[in-house]
């Protein structure tokens, strides 16, 4: 269950894979997209990332900035990143574990990984609209991302 539109974004502080500290702060004052993934290094997750990667034109056409969460390590994401090519920030919530994600209503508490859920973000940190698949296996449809962005 993802928080509801409207809702002010929790604030968050986290290091990014390039070891640079990251706010909502940081956010504030464009559009932005909080995308939370799963599992580094596996198929549906790194397929998503590369689908935002190879798209992310139509995303900045919207004016707005990626962030991506994991609740693995700096190290992990950092490697991740060099080994695809992403060009978006990929931050660390690994410490306390999960603690931002728990915050977005993006943790599974069973098995510690973030769920797979996208906040869409005014340009004040409100959230403006979701997307989320509820099964670990099965991607997001990132071809409406653009369209989740216009109006606000």
């Excluded at 900035?65 to 992403?86: C, D, K, P, Y």
């Excluded at 099964?135 to 653009?146: I, K, N, Q, T, W």
Aim: hydrophobic share 40%; aromatic share 12%; glycine share 6%.
């Amino acid at each position: 269950m993802s928080l509801d539109p409207g809702t002010p974004a929790p604030d968050f502080t986290l290091f990014s894979h390039k070891r640079e500290q990251i706010s909502l702060a940081d956010l504030k004052g464009q559009k932005s997209m909080i995308v939370f993934v799963p599992y580094p290094f596996t198929r549906v997750c790194t397929a998503e990332l590369c689908d935002l990667r190879d798209n992310l034109s139509s995303l900045d056409q919207a004016g707005a900035r990626v962030v991506v969460i994991t609740t693995h390590a700096l190290s992990t994401n950092a490697e991740w990143v060099r080994q695809n090519g992403f060009t978006f920030d990929v931050l660390a919530d690994y410490w306390p574990h999960g603690a931002v994600s728990l915050a977005y209503d993006a943790f599974d508490e069973r098995f510690g990984y973030s769920t797979r859920v996208t906040y869409f973000l005014d340009a004040d940190g409100v959230i403006r609209n979701v997307s989320e698949s509820l099964v670990l296996g099965e991607a997001r449809d990132h071809s409406s991302y653009p369209g989740m962005l216009e109006g606000y």
